[in-house]
Antibody, heavy 118, light 106 residues
Framework: EVQLVESGGGLVQPGRSLRLSCTTS????????MSWSRQAPGKGLEWVGS???????EYAASVKGRFTISTDDSKSIAYLQMNSLKTEDTAVYYC????????????WGQGTLVTVSS | DIQMAQSPSTLSASVGDRVTITCRAS??????LAWYQQKPGRAPKLLIY???SLESGVPSRFSGSGSGTEFTLTISSLQPDDFATYYC????????FGQGTKLEIK
């Protein structure tokens, strides 16, 4: 069974850093692309970025230069490193697995809440 | 960046109604479009991929159509479990979600 579990969320001050983890099971992480999306309280979904099958990364303009996505295939974990956090980064962060080589997701984690506040 | 304009933002309907949600892309995305259903406090659930392919296990009352820049999600006969928020997502160049459509009980 495919499972994705996010962790690492919490309360952080503006300007600080946080690293989220997406622990996967039931498939070989290195065979799939992975994406992160977020949802601010009461708002819609926003794509954050992707780690592609080729090992390259793509980011939304709102996070480019501040966020970094990586994977550790040996641990089956995808990471979202978030630096220089802003109050507008407050959201539930979801990871999801690509399907059929494309960046839509049929398998999502349950989400982890990040609150950026002083 | 590709922008996705989803409409309406809110839709009131009754059980048994046929409803349609529209998503327009700012440039052609061929058929690289997915539709999701999301309920409060839950992760999105994939309904449709590649514009019109029904995900396994999703009821056949859900259908998707379109290509290029205009797409629709249709629910042929609303069931009580269908009242939720729906999102489109393009995955042609990077990815973008629509703003969402909240489907409410009339």
């Amino acid at each position: 069974e495919v499972q994705l579990v996010e962790s690492g969320g919490g309360l952080v001050q503006p300007g600080r850093s946080l690293r989220l983890s997406c622990t996967t099971s039931g498939f070989t992480l290195g065979d799939y692309g992975m994406s992160w999306s977020r949802q601010a309280p009461g708002k819609g979904l926003e794509w954050v970025g992707s780690f592609t099958i080729r090992g390259t990364t793509e980011y939304a303009a709102s996070v480019k230069g501040r966020f970094t996505i990586s994977t550790d295939d040996s641990k089956s974990i995808a990471y979202l490193q978030m630096n220089s956090l802003k109050t507008e980064d407050t959201a539930v962060y979801y990871c999801y697995r690509w399907e059929s080589g494309s960046s839509y997701g049929n398998h999502w984690g349950q989400g982890t809440l990040v609150t950026v506040s002083s | 960046d590709i922008q996705m304009a989803q409409s309406p933002s809110t839709l009131s309907a009754s059980v048994g109604d046929r409803v349609t949600i529209t998503c327009r892309a700012s440039q052609s995305i061929s058929s690289w479009l997915a539709w999701y259903q999301q309920k409060p406090g839950r992760a999105p659930k994939l309904l449709i991929y590649k514009a019109s392919s029904l995900e396994s296990g999703v009821p056949s009352r859900f259908s998707g159509s379109g290509s290029g820049t205009e797409f629709t999600l249709t629910i042929s006969s609303l069931q009580p479990d269908d009242f939720a928020t729906y999102y489109c997502q393009q995955y042609h160049i990077y990815s973008t979600f629509g703003q969402g459509t909240k489907l409410e009980i009339k």
